[in-house]
């Protein structure tokens, strides 16, 4: 890009800041009615809660003002190429997601798009697609060449379900075709893709890995949201629950930037709300024969008893180590006899005591008002933001790192 481009892109971060969202939505809206075949592709509940709308009209926005050194974004570009990875996206998607994104441009700005801003707009997404291509593919070749490694979407076989608490269901999955799988750090997600028969098409769903790896299988636990009456709310969860052993689902290879290495030589925090239980589980499971010398401390909370998943199965890890404590929170706590659980919500300067330790790593999974009140509250007790690591279920809207 020209310096003269570069500027004029700069030109436009007010109207961005103004207008963004009615930029993305337009342009979703003319994708969708121009190529219905990506509703297969794009979680169409995002669509519908304006998650997805937001997210895209905040990458753009923070593309424009980083325009003269887009390398300070690559953290979330690398987090984008995990999801995107996660969806076997195409260069030639990305061709199509380009040329309505420059002709929403032109529709929604008008006469302020003139033939220079769009060439500008047009040369700034041609090297950003450019960018992520380049970081997919390197995503793409390194799970190829694990041992089981694959691209792109895999049949698999639903072996087994666990009911894990009143609204999460564990359910395994070993691949059709019998043939190895691959690996995967703990934290990270696959992507499930089933048929959905109310819309008439395919929606896919990222769900963490929730236990440590095993050759036979893969796992994942599921909540069942809540309708409350909206058409996408809920649909792929509600549509899993109702899946039987022996049903099939299509699977693409472990991905996401949420993970724990293997060996880690310094004490950790887990702070989990709900199914955030899930990745920091495997987690645990994962490094529990490493841990010995290290605490690690687990803060959980949940709404009451019924909807707790994993409590026996984390009581007995805390029982039978002294490495691991626990700290149960239900919002709701008058249905337990567990004199253990505190009533309310996690609040970590109450907490301090038992979660400030020296050269710790601390991981927040949950909802995303959960995420941002724990993170928020480590700044203010101190923490550094390279010691905390988050996982946002769904498109990316937090950026504090």
């Not at 593919?137 to 666990?162: A, E, L, P």
């Not at 750090?185 to 095993?214: D, N």
């Not at 249905?335 to 309310?344: L, M």
Request: glycine residues 6%; negative net charge; hydrophobic residues 35%.
């Amino acid at each position: 890009m020209t310096n003269d481009q570069k500027n004029l892109i700069k030109s436009t971060v007010p109207i961005l800041k103004s207008n963004g969202i009615d930029l993305t939505k337009h342009f979703y809206s003319r994708m969708f009615m121009h190529n219905p075949e990506l509703k297969n592709v794009f979680n169409m509940g995002n669509q519908a809660s304006g998650k997805q709308q937001n997210a895209l009209a905040g990458a753009v926005l923070a593309y424009a003002e980083h325009i003269e050194n887009p390398e300070v974004l690559i953290g979330v570009l690398k987090s984008i190429g995990n999801k995107h990875v996660s969806l076997n996206i195409t260069p030639e998607q990305y061709d199509i997601v380009g040329l309505h994104l420059i002709a929403s441009i032109k529709e929604v700005l008008g006469e302020t798009a003139d033939d220079k801003l769009i060439e500008a707009w047009t040369e700034a997404y041609n090297e950003l697609a450019q960018i992520m291509i380049s970081i997919e593919n390197d995503m793409y070749q390194s799970t190829m060449n694990k041992t089981g490694g694959w691209k792109g979407w895999r049949k698999f076989v639903i072996t087994d379900i666990i009911e894990e608490s009143s609204e999460i269901k564990s359910f395994y999955l070993q691949p059709k075709d019998q043939k190895a799988i691959a690996d995967y750090f703990p934290g990270q997600y696959i992507s499930i893709k089933i048929f959905v028969p109310t819309l008439a098409h395919e929606q896919p769903r990222q769900y963490s890995l929730s236990s440590a790896y095993t050759e036979k299988h893969y796992r994942i636990s599921v909540k069942r949201e809540v309708s409350n009456d909206r058409l996408f709310e809920g649909i792929v969860s509600n549509e899993m629950h109702r899946k039987k052993t022996g049903d099939e689902v299509w699977v693409t290879a472990p991905s996401g930037v949420f993970y724990e290495e293997f060996i880690i030589q310094r004490p950790r925090i887990f702070i989990s709300g709900g199914v955030g239980v899930t990745p920091l589980l495997s987690m645990l499971e994962t490094n529990k024969n490493n841990l010995e010398k290290n605490n690690v401390v687990w803060l959980h909370s949940c709404r009451n008893e019924k909807v707790h998943a994993f409590k026996e199965r984390i009581n007995h890890l805390s029982d039978e180590n002294s490495w691991l404590t626990t700290h149960i929170f239900y919002d709701n706590d008058e249905e337990t006899t567990d004199k253990n659980v505190k009533k309310g919500r996690i609040n970590l300067h109450e907490m301090k005591d038992d979660v400030l330790l020296e050269n710790a790593k601390y991981y927040i999974c949950g909802p995303d008002a959960f995420i941002k009140v724990q993170y928020n509250s480590l700044l203010e007790l101190g923490i550094p933001k390279e010691d905390i690591l988050y996982e946002e279920f769904g498109p990316q809207l937090l950026n504090f790192n």
